[in-house]
Every structure is written in structure tokens, then in C-alpha cells.
């Protein structure tokens, strides 16, 4: 640990003794690169090596008073220089290095007559908070922690012309280094963690342009930057922006975008958002791009805009934006506090947690939502900022619900879902009618040049570009004949070098079927002990179905009396959430796999390659002497009908929904013994009446279709079943009502136990899909007619029909078996 106390001279006389070494190269190649990456708008890395914390912090705050003096004397203009450095307060050591490069800069960097450095400092659990800034200069501390999402998060803060510093251990042993990502993999069963990214890592940091490496114990220039002085030649300058011809936006708003793209985001804002298209039920504008680009920026500043038109003709204008979470959101607050001051309009911010969550000005606001809330609210426009990090159904339910939408989603980045997220939303968009639709694809980055090497860095060591093969028309035939393998993989291997594009198939089917992936998943996959990786793969290579498994379970008597009495342990999902709600041991005691996620080729899915991997995993995991295998998904009619049809069984629900998604979470187990199969069916029969007694209260806004797969599942009667009856009394009256005498409200009592007992008994199929989810809406969830004409579409007497002709088929079917 280095000595605060330290004077200057032991400063400096530590950097001396660099000087033995390439110490001199590494000043000269620095200032080169620097000059190079100013002149290109690009950005450059250099990565510091060792163990003596004084010599690395030393050097590091050496390269930013270099990079000062540098920036002087290129530039004839005041300028402040934003120095960010992030580090982990939870050590002493790292602690002792942050301060020591804050004397350093202190001392030596003060404000000159052009440039003055202005340095924040920062824990990496706020990284989130920085996404959408700029600064010129990243310090990352990542000697006790290499984290992707942070690499992910934080390499796109840095303009063009800046510099990123990694600090870091030796490279010899950086690999084998217990970090806190690595910690944070590790379960009861499996407590050492594989050494895999951070190898990855290492070799990309080597094998790309724009990165200076330096071992500050060796004095070795390890590797210096590629890029030679001529290539400034090729210099491509910024052209200079053109407004539209005809636009209603003031000029001003304009000229507040930095890229001629930005300029098209807001002009398309303009021409599909202002007008009230009268045959068009919905008007929407989709924005597309890969990070960086400033698209959330841009749409800031067409708010802004399309507020001040709107307000020609509207008392009052809402506009609601929502996001994953507030911090995704500030870029775009950021830039429509610019427009409305360049307007010289009134306003507020408020804030919560340091976030900017509306802006309120005379009669307008623009006000964060989480997303499942916006569908409660009455506004004149929506924005959906990350749109790629909310499942597409309640995406597709904005779009039904509102007039006006802009949705905004990066494809590649640190948020990016890739092209199938476009692909699987616009789909029903494109095919509607009604829908005015204008799409904006964005390329130039804001920040940096097109060209930069550190972005190329960032995209390959996270994968942020992977997409899957492309399948031709042959692919699809030997997918038809079922002519591919199921294979499993071994991170050691995937990760290296000669199987890279084969890794980059696999990670890109992920990328493309779910709605949020980030860069600690590819860590996860790396590092995770007890993670597994499966696919189907073609004769030719190309992988058109991968599967990320968890090992759960075969936890200790202490282990399972701990989670008993609500307690947690890291990782075993399934066996924490069954023990806690199902209370029996033995699903802690039985080990399985847990199904990550599981994804089929976007042009292969439909051809059943998803459930013949289900039954190779099943297959396997059996060979393995595992109990079970299981999963967790946001529920879907699609998914539950997938999981259900390959012979999983629900054992649990959320009592609540996801905030972000808007579903509820499932767990599902397909038991591969015959102690399970026990243990399963009699769980059943716990959760489906579980389930039962909750749909009215806490699942009364349950879907529906959802709800009449599961209850419709039932093979055989439950033991419940046996106690319910209904008397004669109640009979009768139900078959008033059936006649149309009475009405629901009279005989409510007994449809309930009608519809409880046809569940229970496992007939509720044999009324058909509609009729039981007319019942279960209006008996079980007890929900209002208002809501049953909604759903179903239908009018209100046929509401009414419709759930009397639903109880005569149920009171039919009952009646069967007593032959009355």
C-alpha cells in the first residue's frame, strides 16, 4: 500500500526508477498516441501493470499531467478537463491509490492559463449513474475487481481524443485473481470459480489497436500502439449539419445536435408526432442505433419540440418516459433542460436519488415512469427510452394504449438486444394498419470517430455485436429433417482464441431472444463454476439453439434449515424459492439443473428444435444422476404453453409482478426420479391451491390464458376435490340461474365451488379455452363486467351470455359423474 505521507521526491524518485527500463519509450509512445487519437477524434488505452501501488498510481497521475500538458499545446483555447477515476472503497489499498493520484493531481495539475483539470472520483456500485456523461480522462482501478457491465458501462463515457487507464495486477497472475465479480459466481457446491474472462480479456487487450500496455515492476513497454503518424492523412473531418428545408422546430433546437443523424431523429419527431393524423389510430416513431450514438439525446431535444408545437392547440401537455430505471433516462432529461433554455421556456427539475425524474414547466411536464406504470396514465405523448430492457408484450401494449410513442433501443452497446429485438417489435407494428410508423437507424457515434479502436475493443471483448450465423435455405431443410447435434461445451475451450466466432454464435442467440442482456452474463458464462453450456448445431457449424444451465441444489442440513427460516445463500434458485414456499427438504437435498435461458435461432424457431433440446438436456441431465430440471421465466402464454407441453410442472408464482417486465415469475420442474415425481405431485396439489385461493386477491390481474394452462394441466383429481361439494340448494339455484331466472350476483356462492371443484377434479379442459377463461376471470378473479367485455371483446349482454353458457357447460360436466 502506498504511504500518503509519501513526499513528491519519493514520487518521483519511485517514477526514476522506471527510467532503467522503457520508461522513456512509454512517455514518447504516449505522447504519439495521444496526438494521433486528438488529431483522429479517437481514444486510447493504456493499461498499467503491476504490484507496487505507488509506482502505479505515481505513473498514472504522470499520464494525465502529460495528456494536460499536451492538450495545451494543441489547443489555443480555455478548456476544462474532466478526470473521472473509479475505484472499491471496500479496500484500504484501493482507497490509498485514489488519493494518492488526487495529491499527485492536486500538486502538479493546478489551473494554467488554458486548461485546468477538474477530477471526480467514484465507487464502481454508481457506475450506473454515468452513463450518458463525458469526460476526457477514465482512471479504473481493476485490481481488486474486473467486472464486465463496468467495462461495458464506463469505456463509452470517454470522448474522442481522451484516455482510459487501467490500472491493474501483474499480467502474469491477473488471470488466477479472486475478484469480487469471481466471488459473486460462486455457490456452497461449487466454491472455486474457472479463471476464464479475465484471460479473454487480457488477449484482446493485446491483440487490438489503440492500447498501450506498460509493467511498472519489469519497466517494459509490453505493447505499444499500431497506429503510425500517416494515418492522420486519412482524417475524415465532421461535416458540417443540414437542417430540413421545411421544418416547424426553431432553428435553435437544431443546431443544439452534434451528428446529421441527431438531426433526422428530430426532424422525424416533427413530421410523424405534431400533425394528428386522422387515419391513423397511432403514430410512432422508432429509433434505432448502437450505443453511443446520442439517440437518447436527440429525442430530449424533439420532446422539447413537439411540446412547444402540441401547446398551440392543447391546454396542457404530459409527456411520460420510461425506462428500466431512472439512470437510463438522463441523457435525454439532460438535453431537454438544454432545448427548453435555448427556448427561454420556464421550468423545474425534480429530482429523486440524484436523478432527474421530471421536468415541470408552465402547463407541460415531462415526468419518469417505471414501465408498467405508464399503461395507468393519461398522456399525450410516451417515450420509451432502452426500449430493448422491457419485454415486447408490454411494449406492444404502450403502443395499443397511446397515440403518440417514440421508442428508442440500442442494438449493440451496453443495453443493446441486437436485430432480433427489432425484428420481434416491429413485426405487428409494421402490419398494422392504423399505425403511422417511422423508423430512424442512427450510425455515427457522438463521443468519438466512426473508426475509434477502443470501441472495436469494448464491442469484442463483451460480444456487444454477436449475432447468430445466418441460416440459408438449406440450413432450414436440415432443421426441418432434424439433422443437428446436441453439444456441450467447455468455457476453457469456448473462450479461446481459435473458437471465437463459434462463442459469437452462441452468445448472439442469446442476444436475440431475450429482452435484456448484459456484459456479466458473458462473465457468468466464463467464471460461474457450476454454469454449463449446451447446443444444437448443424453438420456445418453454425449453432441454431444454445442453453445456459445452473447446478442447484444437493445443499447441506444446515444450508436448508438456514433458507427454512427465510434465510438466503448465493446462487440455487429454485431450491431457495420451493423450501420457502413448499416446505419440504428434499428440494433442497435433490441437485438438478436450472435452465438459464434457453433460446432458438430467430429463423429456426416454429420447427421444434427448442423441445427436442429440452429432451437431450433432460436426457442428460438424467445420465447425470441429477433429480430434476427446472426454470424461472416472466410468464408468457408462449413460454408457459413451452414449458408445460415438454412436461415441466408451476410449483411457484410471484406474488407480485416484475416492475420492469410487468409478468410474473414462474418456476417450473420436470422431476427425472421416481422419489421426485412424488414429491412434485404432491407439491401440485399445494400450488394449485395455493393459486386457487389467491386469484382473487393477489392474481386478480393474472392473464387469463396463462391462468387456463396451468389450471387445465391437472392430469388426474386433487385430493381437495373429495371435501367440496355442492349442496342440493345450491344446485338449484345454479340451474335458475343457467335458466336465466337469477343472475350471477344471487348465485355467486355457487359458482365459485362449481368452478373450484371442476379445477380441483382436473376437467376444467373439457369446457374448452374460452369458457374457462370467461370462469376464471369472472368467478375466480371475481373481476368486474366492465372488464370481462374488455377482455374477451365482446358487448354487455354478451358478457353476460357468455359467462352463463360457461357455468352450464362446467354444471354439465360435474353432473357426469353422478349421472344427475
Given at each position: 500500500m502506498p504511504n500518503l505521507k509519501s513526499s513528491f521526491t519519493e514520487i518521483r524518485d519511485k517514477l526514476r526508477e522506471l527510467a532503467a527500463g522503457d520508461y522513456r519509450e512509454l512517455l514518447q509512445a504516449f505522447?504519439?498516441?495521444?496526438?494521433?487519437?486528438?488529431?483522429?477524434?479517437?481514444?486510447?488505452?493504456?493499461?498499467?501493470?503491476?504490484?507496487?501501488?505507488?509506482?502505479?498510481?505515481?505513473?498514472?497521475?504522470?499520464?494525465?499531467?502529460?495528456?494536460?500538458?499536451?492538450?495545451?499545446?494543441?489547443?489555443?483555447?480555455?478548456?476544462?478537463?474532466?478526470?473521472?477515476?473509479?475505484?472499491?472503497?471496500?479496500?484500504?489499498?484501493?482507497?490509498?491509490?485514489?488519493?494518492?493520484?488526487?495529491?499527485?493531481l492536486k500538486h502538479f495539475a493546478k489551473p494554467s492559463n488554458r486548461v485546468a483539470v477538474e477530477l471526480e472520483v467514484a465507487v464502481y456500485e454508481k457506475s450506473a449513474k454515468y452513463l450518458g456523461t463525458t469526460v476526457q480522462v477514465l482512471v479504473l482501478d481493476l485490481l481488486n475487481d474486473l467486472r464486465p457491465n463496468d467495462i461495458g458501462r464506463l469505456l463509452g463515457i470517454v470522448e474522442g481524443g481522451g484516455i482510459i487507464l487501467l490500472l491493474t495486477p501483474p499480467h502474469d497472475v491477473w488471470p488466477e485473481h479472486m475478484t469480487l465479480f469471481k466471488q459473486s459466481l460462486v455457490v456452497p457446491n461449487h466454491p472455486k470459480p474457472r479463471h476464464v474472462f479475465i484471460r479473454w480479456f487480457m488477449r484482446h487487450l493485446y491483440g487490438h489497436d489503440g492500447i498501450l500496455v506498460y509493467d511498472v515492476e519489469s519497466n517494459k513497454l509490453l505493447k505499444g500502439d499500431t497506429y503510425a503518424e500517416e494515418t492522420v492523412k486519412n482524417l475524415r473531418s465532421r461535416r458540417e449539419l443540414e437542417l430540413p428545408q421545411v421544418r416547424l422546430f426553431p432553428d435553435e433546437l437544431y443546431r443544439l445536435a452534434l451528428t446529421q443523424d441527431q438531426v433526422t431523429v428530430i426532424e422525424a419527431i416533427e413530421k410523424n408526432m405534431v400533425e394528428k393524423f386522422k387515419e391513423f389510430k397511432h403514430q410512432v416513431v422508432v429509433i434505432i442505433a448502437d450505443r453511443g450514438r446520442g439517440k437518447s439525446s436527440a429525442v430530449g431535444i424533439g420532446v422539447v419540440g413537439l411540446v412547444r408545437e402540441l401547446l398551440k392547440f392543447k391546454n396542457r401537455v404530459r409527456v411520460a418516459v420510461t425506462a428500466n430505471e431512472p439512470s437510463s433516462i438522463q441523457s435525454m432529461m439532460l438535453l431537454a433542460t438544454k432545448a427548453l433554455e435555448v427556448l427561454k421556456k420556464e421550468f423545474r427539475v425534480i429530482k429523486r436519488e440524484g436523478f432527474v425524474i421530471e421536468i415541470k414547466g408552465d402547463r407541460f411536464s415531462i415526468e419518469y415512469w417505471p414501465p408498467l406504470d405508464i399503461l395507468k396514465l393519461d398522456v399525450d405523448v410516451v417515450v420509451v427510452d432502452e426500449a430493448a430492457g422491457i419485454p415486447v408484450p408490454l411494449l406492444h401494449k404502450i403502443w395499443r394504449k397511446f397515440k403518440r410513442t417514440i421508442f428508442s433501443t440500442t442494438i449493440h452497446g451496453y443495453e443493446g438486444a441486437g436485430r432480433g429485438f427489432s425484428v420481434r417489435f416491429l413485426k405487428r407494428i409494421r402490419e398494422d394498419r392504423k399505425t403511422k410508423l417511422a423508423i430512424v437507424e442512427m450510425s455515427e457515434p457522438i463521443r468519438y470517430s466512426a473508426d475509434d479502436p477502443i470501441e472495436k475493443f469494448?464491442?469484442?471483448?463483451?460480444?456487444?455485436?454477436?449475432?447468430?450465423?445466418?441460416?440459408?435455405?438449406?440450413?432450414?431443410?436440415?432443421?426441418?429433417?432434424?439433422?443437428?447435434?446436441?453439444?456441450?461445451?467447455?468455457?476453457?475451450?469456448?473462450?479461446?482464441?481459435?473458437?471465437?466466432?463459434?462463442?459469437?454464435?452462441?452468445?448472439?442467440?442469446?442476444?436475440?431472444?431475450?429482452?435484456?442482456?448484459?456484459?456479466?452474463?458473458?462473465?457468468?458464462?466464463?467464471?460461474?463454476?457450476?454454469?454449463?453450456?449446451?447446443?444444437?448445431?448443424?453438420?456445418?457449424?453454425?449453432?441454431?439453439?444454445?442453453?445456459?444451465?445452473?447446478?442447484?441444489?444437493?445443499?447441506?442440513?444446515?444450508?436448508?434449515?438456514?433458507?427454512?427460516?427465510?434465510?438466503?445463500?448465493?446462487?440455487?434458485?429454485?431450491?431457495?424459492?420451493?423450501?420457502?414456499?413448499?416446505?419440504?427438504?428434499?428440494?433442497?437435498?435433490?441437485?438438478?439443473?436450472?435452465?438459464?435461458?434457453?433460446?432458438?435461432?430467430?429463423?429456426?424457431?416454429?420447427m421444434g428444435i427448442g423441445s427436442e433440446f429440452i429432451k437431450s438436456i433432460l436426457s442428460e441431465a438424467k445420465s447425470r444422476g441429477y433429480d430434476w430440471v427446472g426454470a424461472g421465466f416472466g410468464v408468457t402464454y408462449e413460454l408457459l404453453n413451452f414449458w408445460l407441453k415438454n412436461g415441466f410442472k408451476v410449483l411457484h408464482l410471484s406474488p407480485e409482478r416484475n416492475p420492469v417486465s410487468g409478468e410474473y415469475t414462474a418456476l417450473v420442474i420436470h422431476p427425472?426420479?421416481?422419489?421426485?415425481?412424488?414429491?412434485?405431485?404432491?407439491?401440485?396439489?399445494?400450488?394449485?391451491?395455493?393459486?386457487?385461493?389467491?386469484?382473487?386477491?393477489?392474481?386478480?390481474?393474472?392473464?387469463?390464458?396463462?391462468?387456463?394452462?396451468?389450471?387445465?394441466?391437472?392430469?388426474?383429481?386433487?385430493?381437495?376435490?373429495?371435501?367440496?361439494?355442492?349442496?342440493?340448494?345450491?344446485?338449484?339455484?345454479?340451474?335458475?340461474?343457467?335458466?336465466?331466472?337469477?343472475?350471477?350476483?344471487?348465485?355467486?356462492?355457487?359458482?365459485?365451488l362449481a368452478v373450484k371443484k371442476l379445477v380441483y377434479e382436473g376437467k376444467l379442459s373439457r369446457v374448452g379455452q374460452r369458457s374457462g377463461q370467461i370462469l376464471i376471470a369472472k368467478v375466480l378473479q371475481g373481476r368486474p363486467w366492465e372488464n370481462i367485455r374488455e377482455e374477451f371483446g365482446i358487448g354487455k349482454a354478451a358478457a353476460a351470455t357468455a359467462v352463463r353458457e360457461s357455468l352450464a357447460k362446467a354444471l354439465e360436466v360435474l353432473l357426469e359423474k353422478s349421472g344427475a
Open positions: 505522447k504519439r498516441s495521444v496526438r494521433i487519437a486528438l488529431a483522429l477524434n479517437q481514444r486510447r488505452i493504456i493499461a498499467l501493470c503491476g504490484r507496487s501501488d505507488l509506482k502505479l498510481a505515481g505513473l498514472a497521475a504522470e499520464l494525465i499531467i502529460r495528456y494536460l500538458k499536451i492538450i495545451r499545446q494543441l489547443e489555443q483555447r480555455e478548456r476544462t478537463v474532466k478526470v473521472l477515476y473509479f475505484y472499491h472503497d471496500e479496500f484500504s489499498e484501493a482507497i490509498a491509490r485514489m488519493k494518492l493520484v488526487r495529491k499527485v469494448q464491442f469484442d471483448v463483451l460480444l456487444l455485436n454477436a449475432e447468430p450465423a445466418e441460416l440459408t435455405a438449406e440450413d432450414i431443410e436440415s432443421i426441418k429433417k432434424g439433422e443437428y447435434s446436441y453439444v456441450a461445451y467447455e468455457p476453457e475451450e469456448l473462450f479461446k482464441a481459435e473458437n471465437e466466432a463459434l462463442l459469437r454464435q452462441l452468445f448472439g442467440i442469446y442476444v436475440l431472444a431475450h429482452y435484456r442482456n448484459e456484459p456479466d452474463d458473458l462473465g457468468m458464462i466464463a467464471d460461474a463454476p457450476h454454469h454449463a453450456v449446451r447446443a444444437m448445431v448443424l453438420k456445418n457449424g453454425k449453432v441454431v439453439a444454445a442453453a445456459q444451465l445452473a447446478e442447484e441444489g444437493g445443499l447441506t442440513s444446515e444450508y436448508i434449515d438456514e433458507l427454512l427460516k427465510g434465510g438466503k445463500i448465493s446462487g440455487n434458485i429454485i431450491p431457495d424459492r420451493l423450501l420457502k414456499h413448499l416446505r419440504r427438504r428434499i428440494f433442497g437435498e435433490g441437485v438438478g439443473w436450472r435452465v438459464v435461458r434457453i433460446a432458438v435461432h430467430i429463423d429456426a424457431q416454429g427425472l426420479t421416481e422419489a421426485w415425481r412424488k414429491v412434485v405431485e404432491d407439491s401440485l396439489e399445494d400450488f394449485i391451491v395455493k393459486f386457487v385461493e389467491s386469484l382473487p386477491a393477489v392474481y386478480r390481474d393474472f392473464e387469463t390464458d396463462a391462468a387456463y394452462l396451468i389450471l387445465s394441466s391437472l392430469e388426474k383429481p386433487l385430493e381437495i376435490s373429495k371435501v367440496i361439494d355442492l349442496r342440493d340448494t345450491q344446485l338449484e339455484r345454479l340451474s335458475l340461474y343457467i335458466s336465466a331466472v337469477f343472475t350471477l350476483e344471487v348465485v355467486f356462492d355457487s359458482a365459485i
